[in-house]
């Protein structure tokens, strides 16, 4: 039992480090800059480079008080809450695999999730770069995987991508404007890699029901006619159910195929 708390402190610590950079391409990326130069984290307020001291994943936000260091101007509390959700993230996805090369992968697509997830929540783009790299990855994973070949990564992307394409299209031209960016489409071909034809499916329907239920109890709450406060990002949603058949998709589908 100690073992395996080792393992899961280890995992977390691990996470919060990749957390880090996780939100250097959470920040960068949007932005045309890149996530690897300058190689060194600044303060986006003053522009002074930071300490490795003042890095340190959550400890140096809670020793600065959320400020910096060199203008103390605030630091969003968004950058810690990243940190802990990769650390999370990694613990989940150590306790869903253990220590095989399965984790890799599996933290992998939850790091992806996580930055389109905040990516799309500030800009309402989700970066080609993160959904190749995760397409490519779900095809390589499938290769190695044994509950999974290469023909159902690719049968997942198809049907992913391709409904939410289709859906797209129709949308914009029965209503004439845009309902869902070519980046949402591009994220299920990318979801589908991993998660096949039925996770795809499970991914849009319920995300799907959840983007609507958070729209329309938005829209009752603000009484509003101004129509762009009711823009809500897709991607969130997705990854939100992603994530859910991720971790529970064996007992999804074998009760839904049984019932």
Known sequence: ???HYFVYFSAFIFGLIIGSFLNVIIYRLPRGKSPLKPAFSFCPNCGNKVKWYDNIPIISYIILKGRCRYCNSNISFRYPFVEFLTGLASVLAVIKTGLTYDYFFVFLFLCLIISITFIDLDFK????EINLIGFISGLIYSVIRT???????L??????GGLLF?????YTKVRGIEGLGMGDVKMMFFIGSFLGWFGSLFTIFIGSFIGAFVGITAAYILKTDNKSMFEIPFGPFLGFSATIY?????????????F
Do not use: C, Q, R, T
């Not at 289709?166 to 129709?170: C, L, Q, S």
């Not at 991720?246 to 009760?255: E, N, S, T």
């Open 147 to 153: 509950d999974f070949s290469i023909i159902d990564s």
């Open 125 to 128: 783009i989700i970066p080609d």
């Open 155 to 160: 049968i997942g992307s198809a049907v992913g």
């Open 1 to 3: 039992m100690a073992e």
């Open 166 to 170: 289709g859906i797209a299209y129709f």
């Open 246 to 258: 991720l971790f529970f998709g064996d007992y999804i589908k074998h009760w839904y195929l049984g």
